[in-house]
């Protein structure tokens, strides 16, 4: 078949590869029908996620048909289209049934690589390095889908391809990370990041009730759709963000802070330039301004929701959390405890994620829509790749 | 103990504990079937089932050397499980697992401990240089999948197709 593979630092080729099978009883082989790029892959493809290997098949946000399942699976069945959350869980495990399922026990074939790192190894993931797995990825006519009675859904009438493809990742991300904020009558929350995770984050906030959402990124085509989505727009390199979110919150700061941007954040000034140089230097792979400056502008007492992938960071402003008695929360996706909420929001209409598919190609052009998704040409918020 | 004596220690003795929501007397029974043993070691040795409670095993190391030792269970409770190695083992080895019930509804903690006697004596040959695997992995490694296999009924696996192409088999 062909797939998508990561080849090196900003290399990525479109290759034959072999077709994956069954190997084990809880399994099914997806005819991917659509597979999408995620912020979390510009890591990969910028090298600052060590454990790559040359041939890795990238993707994890997808969905499909099944077409072939394992002797052991009975809630799923071929011909049926299915979205799969990126994080692979067994639902069995105790991280599993407490909903913690990117933290699930069993999924990861290679402990060895990430006990060292975390102290316990995570849930594994589609094509996001051997330290956390080792799975090949969905950008490919086939992929193979362990545990499918848990990790695979069964998409509803109604629910487009399109709109099914991100509750893959980005959705249950972004309602992740509204479900930590503990949403209260009255809330102002503030999203950094206006891509796929963010908006959907954005969304999330409105649909759990907050009050006001302020939504902060530098491209004025991601604003404009956070505002289409219903938040207040800000642009961090026209205003000074600390002041327009006290003057939105009337002196009090937002009651949450989402960070949906990452260690690849962008920021203006001296931080930034000394954030740069010590990435480029590798004494330090995050530059983290986005989460600095949430956690500042967050309100005493308030809740920071950490959603953006960071590796090392120093210089970490531990006291002002401590100080200011901020709960933070953060978790790779746990997918599949909010996959099945988030189909009925679609089906009803509260929940448009087909709206972060703004470019289209063949499998046999995803380097280009890579290479756009990275640079935002052309105002690209998610590159979407039809096998 | 010496410094050189306490990194001798750590090289040889290897112990792990893992916690799995099953109760013991069914984790028991799932360590000591035979095909458990060959499914649960496949990182470090082939193993496999021979006569009553007994098994062959064959590690590799780097650059082509095998080892091989035949070992028996010498002891079986209910919250234990012990085993050694046979006279003529290349590396002499013992193991003993303990079940004790964990806290809550966690179900029970598993704790292994191999110790090994490796040619020469302790501080005769790191046991790392050896088999080519940090000891650590040879018992956390084994555990982990125990509780897979416990827990799922299948060991997680990306052979044979890992995301990265194997020997340009995938070009
Ligand atoms: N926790 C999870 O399970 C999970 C899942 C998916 C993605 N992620 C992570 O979430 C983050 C966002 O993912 P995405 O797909 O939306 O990525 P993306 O690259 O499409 O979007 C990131 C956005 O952040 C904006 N940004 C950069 N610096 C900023 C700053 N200082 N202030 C405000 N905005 C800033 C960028 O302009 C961009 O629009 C990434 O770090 C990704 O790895 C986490
Ligand atoms: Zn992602
Ligand atoms: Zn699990």
Same mark, same amino acid.
């Given at each position: ?6 080849? !090196? ?30 912020? +979390? ?28 399942? /394992? ?30 399922? +990117? ?15 975390? !102290? ?16 090949? /990825? ?46 209260? !009558? ?17 969304? +999330? ?60 954040? !962008? ?98 052009? +995803? ?21 | ?34 095909? #458990? ?13 021979? %006569? ?8 590799? %190391? ?11 269970? #010498? ?22 697992? *303990? ?53 799922? %009924? ?11 192409? *194997? %020997?340009?088999?995938?070009?």
């Amino acid at each position: 078949m062909r797939a998508l593979c990561w080849n !090196g630092v900003n290399d990525l080729r479109v290759e034959t590869v072999s077709d994956p099978e069954i190997l084990n009883p809880n399994d099914v082989i997806l005819k991917v029908r659509l597979s999408t790029t995620c912020g +979390s892959d510009l890591h990969l493809i910028d090298g600052l996620i060590p454990t790559m290997r040359e041939g890795d098949v990238l993707g994890h946000e997808f969905m499909g048909e099944i077409v072939d399942v /394992g002797r052991d699976v009975t809630k799923v069945a071929k011909g049926e289209r299915v979205v799969v959350p990126s994080f692979i869980s067994c639902g069995k495990c105790w991280y599993c049934q407490h909903d913690l399922y +990117s933290l699930c026990d069993t999924t990861h074939p290679k402990p060895e690589l990430q006990e060292p790192l975390l !102290g316990y190894p995570t849930a594994g993931i589609y094509a996001y390095s051997h330290a956390f797995g080792g799975y090949a /990825g969905a950008h490919a006519e086939y992929v193979r889908v362990p545990f499918a009675d848990t990790d695979c859904f069964k998409v509803p009438d109604g629910v487009s391809d399109e709109a099914a493809l991100f509750i893959s990742d980005a959705a249950p991300t972004g309602f992740m990370g509204a479900d930590f904020c503990d949403i209260q !009558g009255g809330d102002v929350i503030a999203v950094w990041g206006c891509g796929g995770v963010g908006l959907m984050a954005q969304q +999330s906030a409105m649909i759990l009730g907050a009050e006001r959402v302020i939504a902060i990124d530098r491209y004025p085509e991601r604003l404009a759709q956070a505002e289409a989505f219903g938040a207040i727009p800000l642009d961090y390199t026209k205003v000074d963000v600390i002041e327009a979110l006290n003057e939105l919150t009337g002196g009090r700061g937002p009651d949450a802070c989402i960070d949906a941007v990452g260690m690849e954040a !962008g920021g203006t000034g001296l931080q930034q330039a000394y954030d740069r140089v010590k990435q480029a230097l590798y004494l330090e792979t995050d530059r983290g301004a986005a989460l600095r400056q949430a956690m500042l502008a967050v309100r005493k007492g308030g809740t920071l929701s950490i959603l953006g992938v960071y590796g090392l960071m120093d210089k970490f402003p531990l006291g002002l959390l401590m100080n200011k008695g901020v709960t933070v929360r953060t978790a790779q996706q746990h997918g599949q405890a909010y996959v099945p909420r988030l189909l009925e929001h679609a089906q009803r209409g509260e929940l448009t994620p087909a709206a972060l598919a703004t470019h289209r190609f063949s499998l046999e052009e +995803s380097p280009t829509g890579y290479h756009m998704f990275k640079h935002k040409d052309d105002g690209c918020l998610r590159a979407v790749f039809v096998p | 103990m010496s410094t050189a004596e306490a990194e001798a220690e750590a090289d040889v003795a290897t112990a792990a504990s893992i916690t799995i929501g099953k109760p013991a007397p069914e984790l028991r029974a799932l360590w000591l079937q035979p095909e #458990t043993q060959s499914r649960i070691w496949s990182h470090f040795a082939e193993v496999t089932p021979s %006569g009553e409670q007994a098994a062959e095993w064959t590690a590799h %190391g780097p650059a082509g050397g095998e080892y091989r030792w035949r070992t028996a269970v #010498t002891d079986s409770e209910p919250d234990l499980v012990r085993w050694a190695t046979q006279d003529g083992a290349d590396v002499p080895n013992v193991g003993e697992l *303990k079940f004790r019930p964990a806290p809550g509804d966690r179900g029970t903690e598993l704790h292994l401990d191999v110790r090994f006697d490796p040619p020469g004596g302790a501080i005769g040959q790191a046991l790392s240089k050896l088999f080519h695997i940090a000891p650590r992995e040879i018992v956390r490694t084994a555990l982990y999948r125990f509780r897979a296999l416990a827990l799922t %009924g299948e060991i997680p696996t990306t052979d044979p197709q890992p995301a990265a192409r *194997k %020997g340009g088999e995938d070009r």
